[in-house]
């Protein structure tokens, strides 16, 4: 019995020493220490980031040292980041080691990114079996980057692309300048104030010149501060007497700049230094230094005609020395862009309204393909286009749109209605402008209402044409269709709910309806084609689609019609209107438009060289009841021209705008 026990008892001892064994060998293979995967992650997202927190560093170093090590070594690439993927693999031949290889990608506003791969040593921590520890080398950051080197960037420009005429020859090109300043090296720094206040007095052009000396102040003792650039050869500055004044430099280059100051101006746009605005929209694409499109076409198209920059990375000593380049691409050149402006036209526009004080335009139209010839905004518009974002009640032009509603409804040049000198709605009246001739009164036809522009007579259907109908036949003529222009601009807008006094109002172009002299020029040109015209300033077939970084730099729209970088607002075509314009329609709006030249406010235009002149004068009132003032308009069409003139402030479109037209088509004849 006892020898029994014995066996037994040894039988379960055996058993339970096995069962130990299994659970200890699976409690190991359970607790198995991480591998350094996690470690090479925590890495990549440090070196990304700069934060060191969640790395795990080998005894000699530490944190603090470490994350300024990062900062001082990709300061110079400023604001760029890497983005940085980490593949970590373990050392087959000693678990407690590994691999950790860094896949960097910066993307440097360059044609392709900069990229490369480092390698960081790992080893799992003695004293924590599941923390692995960084061997930290400064070549972790960048290819063999070595203590206290750093990285910097080395732009070079591209040559920036011209902008074209509609024949396809450069309209803004690299034209000689000087940009002349106070350059602080040449003088002492006592001195440096009345130098700055005298150039300022000479240079004039609005520069204070007090506040011209405090910018001098304010520079570092090298600067050299920009007073103005002016084109070789403007007579308006003599710039070997401005060289030679104490502490003035003149320093010779070129700006992409138009054939003269105001050629276009409001719509080609300028270009100058990048401002911060413009810098900080387009992503690291343009830095401080850079040359940018500041409004117009320059700056909306900016990413398209700057290129792309050369890219030379270095990495350099301490004190800036013994450089050794990284990576290195050359510079693109930028792609011209084509508009469809006229040298000749828009030159003959400019001289047109070379002399007129107040708000002025002239805009010029090619019926048979929408291209704008020509769109001048006069000096008294200071600047601003009012050719294609100014917003004016229209008048009278825009009874080529109420006409057409009328034929609409049935009534043909032949069809009569009452002109009496005044009517009155809803308590308010309405009458004929003051020269308007008493023979023309009583009841005449559609054309001679048209011709003479009897305002009583049109306001007389206002129970026949709905609103409604004006603002779509109004659309059929291209006023209130989505702009395709190349630039924001505004064509015209006509309410479709007007009643009573505003509905009459509009009839005869003012209460709520609005349109710009490119809007005008728009109707007079889809009369002339036959079909419904929407104007356009650019080429589509030149624009290159904005992609990459930078493609968004060009900011909002403005009075300088600045706006959207990159074909934006020309990626879409042109709107269609609910009722497009019909060819017969548009020919019987021709005819009207004769009789406007022939026998009625326009026949200061029938001896115009040339086809025959069609037209539609138009006067609006505007301001405060007994302090009224009038824009004066008139549209024409000849040939495959059509063309409107604008003044803000004048007597009345025959008397104010009639000479300006006439003479532009005389000039436009040659």
Same mark, same amino acid.
């Given at each position: 019995?006892?020898?029994?026990?014995?066996?037994?008892?040894?039988?379960?001892?055996?058993?339970?020493?096995?069962?130990?064994?299994?659970?200890?060998?699976?409690?190991?293979?359970?607790?198995?220490?991480?591998?350094?995967?996690?470690?090479?992650?925590?890495?990549?997202?440090?070196?990304?980031?700069?934060?060191?927190?969640?790395?795990?560093?080998?005894?000699?170093?530490?944190?603090?040292?470490?994350?300024?090590?990062?900062?001082?070594?990709?300061?110079?690439?400023?604001?760029?980041?890497?983005?940085?993927?980490?593949?970590?693999?373990?050392?087959?031949?000693?678990?407690?080691?590994?691999?950790?290889?860094?896949?960097?990608?910066?993307?440097?506003?360059?044609?392709?990114?900069?990229?490369?791969?480092?390698?960081?040593?790992?080893?799992?921590?003695?004293?924590?079996?599941?923390?692995?520890?960084?061997?930290?080398?400064?070549?972790?950051?960048?290819?063999?980057?070595?203590?206290?080197?750093?990285?910097?960037?080395?732009?070079?420009?591209?040559?920036?692309?011209?902008?074209?005429?509609?024949?396809?020859?450069?309209?803004?090109?690299?034209?000689?300048?000087?940009?002349?300043?106070?350059?602080?090296?040449?003088?002492?720094?006592?001195?440096?104030?009345?130098?700055?206040?005298?150039?300022?007095?000479?240079?004039?052009?609005?520069?204070?010149?007090?506040?011209?000396?405090?910018?001098?102040?304010?520079?570092?003792?090298?600067?050299?501060?920009?007073?103005?650039?002016?084109?070789?050869?403007?007579?308006?500055?003599?710039?070997?007497?401005?060289?030679?004044?104490?502490?003035?430099?003149?320093?010779?280059?070129?700006?992409?700049?138009?054939?003269?100051?105001?050629?276009?101006?409001?719509?080609?746009?300028?270009?100058?230094?990048?401002?911060?605005?413009?810098?900080?929209?387009?992503?690291?694409?343009?830095?401080?230094?850079?040359?940018?499109?500041?409004?117009?076409?320059?700056?909306?198209?900016?990413?398209?005609?700057?290129?792309?920059?050369?890219?030379?990375?270095?990495?350099?000593?301490?004190?800036?020395?013994?450089?050794?380049?990284?990576?290195?691409?050359?510079?693109?050149?930028?792609?011209?862009?084509?508009?469809?402006?006229?040298?000749?036209?828009?030159?003959?526009?400019?001289?047109?309204?070379?002399?007129?004080?107040?708000?002025?335009?002239?805009?010029?139209?090619?019926?048979?393909?929408?291209?704008?010839?020509?769109?001048?905004?006069?000096?008294?518009?200071?600047?601003?286009?009012?050719?294609?974002?100014?917003?004016?009640?229209?008048?009278?032009?825009?009874?080529? &749109? !109420?006409? @057409?509603? /009328?034929?609409?409804?049935? #009534?043909?040049? =032949?069809?009569?209605?009452?002109? %009496? +000198? $005044? *009517?009155?709605?809803?308590?308010?009246?309405?009458?004929?402008?003051?020269?308007?001739?008493?023979?023309?009164?009583?009841?005449?036809?559609?054309?001679?209402?048209?011709?003479?522009?009897?305002?009583?007579?049109?306001?007389?259907?206002?129970?026949?044409?709905?609103?409604?109908?004006?603002?779509?036949?109004?659309?059929?003529?291209?006023?209130?269709?989505?702009?395709?222009?190349?630039?924001?601009?505004?064509?015209?807008?006509?309410?479709?709910?007007?009643?009573?006094?505003?509905?009459?109002?509009?009839?005869?172009?003012?209460?709520?309806?609005? &349109? !710009?002299? @490119?809007? /005008?020029?728009?109707?007079? #040109?889809?009369? =002339?084609?036959?079909?419904?015209? %929407? +104007? $356009? *300033?650019?080429?589509?077939?030149?624009?290159?689609?904005?992609?990459?970084?930078?493609?968004?730099?060009?900011?909002?729209?403005?009075?300088?019609?600045?706006?959207?970088?990159?074909?934006?607002?020309?990626?879409?075509?042109?709107?269609?209107?609910?009722?497009?314009?019909?060819?017969?329609?548009?020919?019987?709006?021709?005819?009207?438009?004769?009789?406007?030249?022939?026998?009625?406010?326009?026949?200061?235009?029938?001896?115009?060289?040339?086809?025959?002149?069609?037209?539609?004068?138009?006067?609006?009132?505007?301001?405060?009841?007994?302090?009224?003032?009038?824009?004066?308009?008139?549209?024409?069409?000849?040939?495959?021209? =059509?063309?409107?003139?604008?003044?803000?402030?004048?007597?009345?479109?025959?008397?104010?705008?009639?000479?300006?037209?006439?003479?532009?088509?005389?000039?436009?004849?040659?």
């Amino acid at each position: 019995m006892r020898a029994r026990r014995t066996v037994t008892g040894r039988r379960w001892v055996a058993v339970a020493g096995v069962t130990a064994v299994a659970a200890a060998s699976l409690a190991a293979c359970g607790s198995q220490p991480p591998g350094p995967q996690a470690a090479g992650k925590a890495l990549a997202a440090a070196v990304a980031s700069g934060d060191f927190a969640a790395v795990h560093l080998a005894a000699g170093t530490d944190v603090a040292t470490v994350t300024d090590e990062r900062t001082t070594a990709y300061a110079g690439l400023d604001p760029w980041t890497p983005k940085v993927v980490a593949q970590t693999v373990a050392d087959p031949k000693d678990k407690d080691k590994g691999t950790a290889t860094l896949a960097f990608t910066w993307d440097v506003g360059a044609a392709q990114p900069w990229t490369y791969t480092t390698q960081a040593s790992l080893a799992r921590d003695p004293d924590d079996k599941k923390a692995w520890l960084v061997t930290w080398n400064p070549a972790i950051l960048a290819p063999d980057l070595t203590d206290g080197e750093k990285l910097v960037d080395r732009r070079v420009r591209a040559t920036r692309a011209d902008i074209l005429d509609g024949a396809g020859r450069p309209l803004v090109t690299p034209r000689p300048v000087h940009t002349i300043g106070i350059d602080k090296t040449r003088i002492a720094a006592d001195q440096q104030p009345a130098a700055a206040k005298a150039l300022a007095k000479a240079v004039g052009a609005g520069l204070d010149p007090d506040a011209f000396a405090a910018q001098v102040a304010k520079a570092g003792p090298k600067a050299f501060v920009v007073a103005i650039t002016v084109r070789d050869n403007d007579p308006a500055y003599d710039v070997a007497k401005l060289a030679a004044m104490p502490g003035v430099n003149a320093v010779a280059s070129t700006l992409p700049l138009a054939p003269t100051h105001d050629f276009a101006r409001a719509v080609l746009g300028s270009v100058g230094d990048a401002t911060a605005e413009i810098v900080k929209a387009s992503d690291g694409a343009i830095v401080a230094g850079d040359l940018a499109g500041t409004s117009g076409l320059e700056r909306q198209y900016d990413a398209q005609l700057r290129g792309t920059p050369g890219l030379t990375i270095q990495a350099v000593g301490a004190d800036g020395s013994g450089a050794r380049d990284l990576f290195h691409i050359d510079p693109s050149a930028g792609t011209p862009l084509r508009t469809t402006l006229d040298v000749a036209l828009q030159t003959d526009a400019e001289r047109v309204l070379a002399d007129v004080q107040p708000a002025s335009a002239v805009v010029a139209v090619r019926p048979s393909t929408g291209d704008v010839l020509a769109v001048a905004s006069g000096p008294g518009s200071r600047g601003q286009s009012t050719a294609t974002l100014g917003q004016f009640a229209p008048g009278s032009t825009l009874k080529i &749109a !109420s006409a @057409l509603a /009328m034929l609409r409804d049935g #009534a043909t040049p =032949a069809t009569t209605m009452s002109c %009496t +000198p $005044s *009517v009155t709605v809803d308590g308010r009246v309405f009458r004929n402008t003051p020269d308007y001739p008493s023979s023309k009164l009583g009841t005449i036809p559609l054309s001679t209402a048209f011709a003479h522009s009897c305002n009583t007579a049109f306001i007389g259907e206002r129970d026949t044409v709905s609103q409604a109908d004006l603002a779509g036949a109004a659309a059929s003529l291209g006023l209130s269709a989505t702009p395709s222009f190349g630039l924001p601009a505004f064509l015209g807008t006509v309410p479709v709910d007007a009643s009573g006094t505003d509905h009459a109002a509009s009839l005869i172009g003012q209460g709520r309806v609005v &349109a !710009s002299p @490119l809007g /005008m020029a728009a109707v007079a #040109a889809s009369v =002339a084609a036959g079909k419904t015209v %929407t +104007p $356009s *300033v650019v080429d589509r077939a030149s624009v290159v689609a904005a992609t990459g970084a930078g493609a968004g730099a060009g900011g909002g729209a403005s009075g300088d019609a600045a706006g959207p970088t990159a074909a934006s607002t020309t990626s879409a075509p042109p709107a269609t209107p609910a009722k497009p314009l019909t060819a017969e329609e548009a020919a019987t709006l021709r005819t009207l438009m004769r009789g406007v030249v022939t026998d009625g406010t326009a026949t200061l235009l029938a001896d115009v060289p040339g086809d025959p002149v069609l037209a539609k004068t138009g006067t609006a009132q505007f301001g405060a009841t007994g302090d009224t003032k009038n824009h004066a308009w008139l549209v024409a069409i000849q040939g495959d021209l =059509a063309v409107c003139v604008y003044v803000d402030e004048g007597d009345f479109g025959a008397t104010t705008a009639g000479p300006l037209l006439e003479r532009f088509l005389t000039l436009a004849h040659g």
